[in-house]
Structure formats: structure tokens, C-alpha cells
């Protein structure tokens, strides 16, 4: 039965968000800008501002302006020095920052490689751009790895424990499948699922499992069990709707060929380019995201433990969770939610 996920909070910002950073414990952080009169602005990125909330009010602890703006590419995260690491476009290239979770300030400024997407931890910042995979060390922002392989282009990342999972396409055949890279070094551990899906919509990782949100259940499936797929559906029933969506879970450990932890299809009408799904896991819980509905599976079993209603999931900027807050970031709206932990 669906239920209204109850709010704990709720506050509207001054500006526009574009991003957001939650963890167990300490304040939240919500990264934004204001768009200039007119929409109109000398250089490719809008000047930004990082503010901390407290996660169990919503006061605004403090805010500042920050060396990243609003454009293309964003990250944010928590350092292991009781430090904020903030990545993303500025008005002379992209950037990482630290900054002090106590007040704001400025502690370090580097100028890094453009990139489209990027996870955060207290070790490590790992970014993604087309060509190229690379590594920050989350203290002195000085480069830990780089990865490149001929003919691949790299698209979504996540990562779990000592492993970095990257969703690339061939060049060749344009089928996109999922590499691994050992986080210590950036080294490639082989490709957990070749390319030969259609597209990825999209990835997440805990310790528990990786979960990809794919479009072409077959192929990720061992032999035996696309045998039993083929018998099961030699006469499939009329009327039976197009299912163009499906989730699997692996073992993180996984190798290619592996048998998933669990797999099941997602039925509806969806977009090739916008999926109506997203996924997110987080403490062993993974969150499945359909407009308004949120979801909630146990991330090693796939079994539905709840499913929630949540005002605003459908327009969200961004959402996480962490210790059973969900943080939902809409356009000038921050808003937190209780979800089982």
C-alpha cells in the first residue's frame, strides 16, 4: 500500500538549486546560484553559493559564496577533514573546492579537467567526462588516477568499497555495457557487462550490490536463464505491454558472466533518452524512483519493503538518502522526508 511519505522539514532558498550533499551524520549541503536579470551572463557558468542545513531543522547554518558555479558537470561531497568538496564549472574552467564545514570557508581551490558527472567521498572524488575517467584526492586535490580506453566513451559512474563501476559505449557499435576500475589506481578490472546493451539509463552502487537500470534484460542475464526466459515466453499472452525496462543487481565482486543477486522487468511506457525511472541505494535500501513514487526494495533481495508518495519527486533537481532522511532538492526548495533506514 502506498503511503505519504512524511515530511520533517521543508525550506525555500533564495535562488536556484543544483545541487545537494547528505551523509549519516552533520548538516546538509545545498549548492546554488541566482540567475543574473535577463538570463544573460559574461561567462558559460552562473557564479555559485554553498550553504549548510541543519538536518534535523533546516536552519540555514551558514552560506557562502563558492568558487563553483552553476554549468556543466556538478559534484559534492564530504571530506575526511570535517571538510566540504565541492566540483563543478567556473568562470575560467572547472574546479574542486574545499570548504570548512564549521563556517564556510575557503581552505583550497584547484583548477581540473572539464567532466559531466561525479561521486564523492571522504578518500576520493571520481569524475567522468566522455574520454576520460579521473580521480581527486579528497585532501590535497592533487590527481590519484587517470583512466582512457581506445574506442570507449564513458557516460555514468558509481562506486562501492575499492571498486569504481563506469557505464561505457563502444565506438564501434555503440552498445553500451559496464567496465570496472579498482579505485585504488584507476587499473581496469574487465568489463562486468559487455557491450550490448542499447542504452544504461542509469547505475548505483552500495556495499551490498551494484543495480543497473538497463534496457535489455537478455543480455544481461546468464545463459541459462535466458534458456529459461526463451521456453517461458515461446507463446506470450496477447495484450502482455512492451517492457522496455529492467533492473538487475550484481554482487559487487561480480564478474563478467556472473549471476545477478536478483533481476526484475519494469513495465510502462518509457523514453529511450528519459527514462521514467531513476535509482538510488544507500544503507542496504534501494530506492526506485517513478514520478511521485518512491519504492523502497531491499537492495540485496529486491524485496519491496514500502512504497511512499513524495510531493515533488517528479520535478526534483536532485535526491539522496542517508540513515533514513531522504533529501529532496527542487528547483528553490529543500525538503527532507523519513524513509526506513
Not at 561525479?118 to 567526462?129: E, F, R
Not at 510531493?311 to 540513515?323: C, N
Request: include cysteine; charged fraction near 25%.
Amino acid at each position: 500500500m502506498t503511503r505519504s511519505a512524511r515530511r520533517r522539514w521543508t525550506r525555500e532558498l533564495p535562488g536556484e538549486i543544483d545541487g545537494i550533499a547528505i551523509s549519516g551524520s552533520g548538516p546538509i549541503l545545498v549548492h546554488g546560484y541566482e540567475e543574473p536579470a535577463g538570463g544573460r551572463w559574461v561567462y558559460s557558468a552562473i557564479p555559485g553559493k554553498l550553504s549548510a542545513l541543519d538536518r534535523t531543522s533546516g536552519e540555514v547554518l551558514w552560506s557562502s559564496p563558492c568558487e563553483v558555479g552553476y554549468g556543466r558537470g556538478f559534484g559534492a561531497g564530504f571530506g575526511r577533514e570535517d571538510d566540504a568538496l565541492i566540483l563543478g564549472p567556473s568562470g575560467s574552467g572547472h574546479r574542486v573546492v574545499r570548504m570548512s564545514l564549521k563556517n564556510g570557508e575557503l581552505l583550497a581551490v584547484k583548477e581540473i579537467p572539464t567532466f559531466d558527472e561525479s561521486i564523492v567521498a571522504p578518500d576520493l572524488a571520481i569524475c567522468a567526462s566522455p574520454r576520460r575517467i579521473f580521480a581527486l584526492d579528497a585532501a590535497s586535490l592533487t590527481d590519484r588516477w587517470r583512466h582512457s580506453g581506445a574506442g570507449e566513451r564513458y557516460h555514468h559512474v558509481a562506486r562501492t568499497k575499492d571498486r569504481v563501476f563506469v557505464v561505457f559505449s563502444s565506438d564501434a557499435t555503440k552498445k553500451q555495457g559496464l567496465l570496472v576500475l579498482d579505485a585504488r589506481n584507476g587499473e581496469s578490472l574487465g568489463a562486468l557487462l559487455m557491450p550490448r546493451q542499447k542504452v544504461i539509463h542509469d547505475i548505483t552502487a552500495d556495499e551490498q550490490a551494484l543495480v543497473v537500470l538497463l534496457s535489455d534484460l537478455v543480455h544481461a542475464l546468464p545463459r541459462d536463464e535466458v534458456e529459461k526466459r526463451a521456453k517461458a515466453q515461446a507463446a506470450p499472452a496477447r495484450g502482455k505491454p512492451e517492457v522496455p525496462l529492467a533492473l538487475v543487481a550484481l554482487a559487487p565482486d561480480s564478474a563478467e558472466g556472473a549471476r545477478p543477486l536478483w533481476w526484475e522487468e519494469l513495465h510502462g511506457e518509457d523514453s529511450e533518452d528519459i527514462p521514467e525511472a531513476a535509482i538510488h541505494a544507500a544503507d542496504g535500501r534501494l530506492y526506485l524512483i517513478r514520478g511521485t513514487l518512491l519504492v523502497v526494495r531491499d537492495l540485496l533481495t529486491g524485496r519491496e519493503l514500502a512504497q511512499f508518495a513524495v510531493p515533488g519527486l517528479d520535478e526534483r533537481v536532485a535526491f539522496q538518502v542517508a540513515q533514513g532522511a531522504g533529501l529532496l532538492a527542487e528547483e528553490t526548495r529543500a525538503t527532507t522526508f523519513e524513509l526506513p533506514a
